[in-house]
């Protein structure tokens, strides 16, 4: 699998992304990482996404996985359809739930070893892949829940890198101050993580 880990947005490389996807081809927006807003304020932030990647030549269709909490075999037919992924920021706690309840997290493990397959994201979409969340709920809250979420929190990040994806930091993003006490964080418990300034995209492979 190739990872497109921007630090906000699309970041500075979306013509790599381009070249990753190839233009026209359909890439699923995942949103669920902002189910904790009203559906109006929800609705019109995944909107930003589409249309962002719709500006580059994209094709992209919202896939929310909160059609397919406890119908994991559902979400991996409707997934078969798309060689890419996209999956927007909001609160990483929530969006781990919803890869969760979906059977998202388990599918995407399983293709760890696909070449074909982009996974696209910011913020969230990238913190989710570290190995540990914790530290993040210096930024985000890890009690924030929406309609069919389970509260339980989950602490374990996927482990699809080595280290803690840190976005926003020393940036003009209203949570880059919090973001700079995760980092102390990290350091103080020695903790491997990698910071991105908004703009920088770290792209590489599971």
Known sequence: MELYLSSYRLGNEKEKLVEMVGKGNKIAVIGNAMDFVDDKIRSEK??????SLKEIGLDPIEVDL??????????E???????????RGGNV????????????????????NNKDLIYACYSAG??????TLKG???????????SKYKPEI????????????????ESNHPESFRVGESVEYYKKNKIPHKTLHDGEVVITET
Do not use: T
């Open 126 to 131: 990238g913190c989710v892949l570290s190995p």
């Open 93 to 112: 706690f929530l969006l781990r739930r919803a890869f969760s309840q979906s059977g998202f997290d388990k599918w995407l493990l399983n293709q760890k």
């Open 77 to 87: 037919k409707d997934l078969s359809k798309f060689n890419a992924v996209f999956v």
């Open 46 to 51: 995944v909107q930003e996404g589409i249309e």
């Open 66 to 75: 909160r059609n397919y909490f406890e119908k994991p075999n559902d979400l």
């Open 154 to 169: 989950i602490w374990e990040g996927l482990g699809l890198i080595d280290y803690v994806f840190v976005p926003h930091f």
């Open 136 to 146: 993040m709920e210096i930024v985000d809250d890890p009690n924030l829940l929406g």
